[in-house]
């Protein structure tokens, strides 16, 4: 595969998923060992309970 078509494939799929975030709110929880520290994964646990309890239409992600 040439180097223009990986880009083409990546600016589509990075597009999709623009047009995803602007349909439902994004919520980003940062895991990394710094924020794991902190609690980030209880916070996660806590807002994937939350949005499944309330049936939400947010998008929760681990970055």
């Known amino acids: 595969m040439s180097l223009s078509q990986n880009f083409a494939d ?3 799929a990075a597009i999709e998923k ?3 975030i602007k ?3 994004l919520i980003l929880v940062g895991t990394a060992t ?3 520290a902190a609690g980030a994964l209880e916070v996660l646990n806590v807002f994937r309970e939350e949005v499944s309890k309330h ?6 992600e681990e970055v």
Not at 55 to 60: E, K, N, P, S, Y
């Open 55 to 60: 049936q939400l239409d947010v998008q929760v």
């Open 10 to 12: 990546l600016r589509s």
């Open 23 to 25: 349909e439902k709110p």
């Open 18 to 20: 623009l047009e995803a």
């Open 34 to 36: 710094c924020g794991r």
